[in-house]
């Protein structure tokens, strides 16, 4: 069982490092921006105005990171916040008109980009590789989250 963790681990590894899930300031599609905002881009756009605790849902980041991203966003007119009608705590997030066409580019770079990648894969494989890796994150949807320390030190 080892051996084969170590063998997942390995590939996990190199998939992130050659999808270009590593480069800080691009995403895998060639948009200059970090990952966890064209994430929150393309989440915005699907599904409307988040409250920050939805994001950090949706994104898996922690609170501080979720709060630095909205302002962030904000801050480049990427996004817009206000207070929750229902509580004075919460802050819900939502696109701007700028935000919504740069999350609709980013969209079709990754749709592209994925396409790409789809075609690059045998035409008899693609299904069992999508099946393989939705197996992949079911599983992670079953283990206990890690905290942000066990994470960076992976």
């Known amino acids: 069982m080892e051996e084969r963790s170590d063998e997942l681990r390995r590939v996990m590894q190199r998939l992130f490092r050659r999808f270009g899930a590593l480069a800080a300031g691009t995403t895998p599609c060639g948009k ?8 929150a881009l393309m989440v915005l756009m699907a599904q409307g105005e988040l409250s920050q605790q939805e994001l950090l849902l949706e994104l898996g980041i922690d ?3 979720v709060a630095r991203l909205c302002a962030k966003m904000v801050e480049v007119g990427h996004a817009k916040q206000r207070v929750s009608d229902n509580d004075g705590r919460s802050r819900l997030v939502s ?3 700028r935000g919504a066409r740069l999350a609709a580019e980013v969209d ?9 990648l ?10 069992h590789v999508i099946e393989a890796l939705q197996l992949v994150v079911d599983a992670l949807d ?6 942000l320390d066990e994470r960076t030190s992976e």
């Open 32 to 39: 200059p921006l970090s990952m966890a905002h064209a994430h």
């Open 63 to 65: 609170k501080s990171n």
């Open 95 to 97: 696109l701007t008109a």
């Open 108 to 116: 079709a770079a990754s749709r592209a980009r994925f396409g790409a």
């Open 118 to 127: 789809l075609g690059a894969l045998p035409a008899a494989r693609r299904a």
């Open 142 to 147: 079953v283990l206990p989250a890690h905290s």
